[in-house]
């Protein structure tokens, strides 16, 4: 089956400390793969994406690459703002088939001053 | 470009009530996708739709529906309200037909059932 195993949460760091969330997956065939972002009281902001093994995507900061040896897509960011608190969902969708996302559970960030 | 619209941005129902949602996607995006998300269960898939078909669904029962028209905007609609359908309801929007094209996402409508 699909699907996506995000780090548990609730994350708190420190401003300018670096940030790593952990997202693992299940799929078949080879997904594409997105992290999203939700800020409170919002929908979700695209934050990235890679679509093939070994593509870096980044945003903002914000960087994951596509790993097939290891079937992961871990967040990372250098230096996080307090700006940058919010939920983060880890997702994929394949490219045949179902054109639907499967969300992880989401990891809460909390970056404090 | 302007983004996914979602209309009401707030609702209010009580038990047995039905309610109609409503999702404008981008400009030139044929595929709308809605999803519901919830504390305990997280963002689970409702279904898709393209060019006024639904393509694929998700595991709710059939008091969730939905349809889309010749301008691409969707509504889902449920029926029966129960309690458990408390829970914020994202529309998404995709430029093409294929599988694998990346969502974007509207603001959400809350709906609380009392």
């Known amino acids: 089956g699909n699907s996506v195993t995000q780090m548990e949460g609730p994350v708190t760091l420190s401003e300018e400390a670096f940030l790593t969330i952990n997202c693992t997956y299940t799929a078949t065939g080879y997904p594409s793969l997105f992290w999203y972002v939700q800020y409170p009281g919002e929908g979700l902001q695209l934050l990235l994406k890679?679509?093939?093994?070994?593509d870096k995507g980044s945003n903002k900061g914000f960087e994951a690459t596509y790993r097939k040896e290891t079937t992961s897509f871990h967040l990372e960011k250098g230096s996080v703002q307090v700006s940058d608190s919010a939920v983060y969902f880890c997702?994929?969708?394949?490219?045949?088939?179902?054109?639907?996302?499967?969300f992880g559970t989401g990891t809460r960030l909390t970056v404090i001053p | 470009k302007a983004g996914v619209t979602q209309t009401p941005r707030y609702l209010i129902k009580t038990r047995g009530q039905q309610v109609t949602l409503s999702c404008s996607p981008i400009s030139g995006h044929r595929s709308v996708s809605w999803y519901q998300q919830t504390p305990g269960q997280g963002l689970q898939f409702l279904f898709e739709y393209f060019s006024e078909t639904q393509r694929n669904k998700g595991n709710f029962p059939g008091r969730f529906s939905g349809r889309q028209f010749s301008n691409s905007r969707s509504e889902m609609n449920v029926s029966t309200l129960e309690l458990g359908d408390s829970a914020l309801y994202l529309c998404?929007?995709?430029?093409?037909?294929?599988?694998?094209?990346?969502?974007?996402f509207g603001p959400g409508t809350r709906l609380l059932v009392l």
């Open positions: 998404a929007s995709s430029a093409d037909s294929g599988s694998g094209e990346t969502q974007y």
């Open positions: 997702a994929l969708i394949r490219k045949t088939g179902a054109n639907n996302l499967f």
């Open positions: 890679a679509t093939k093994a070994d």
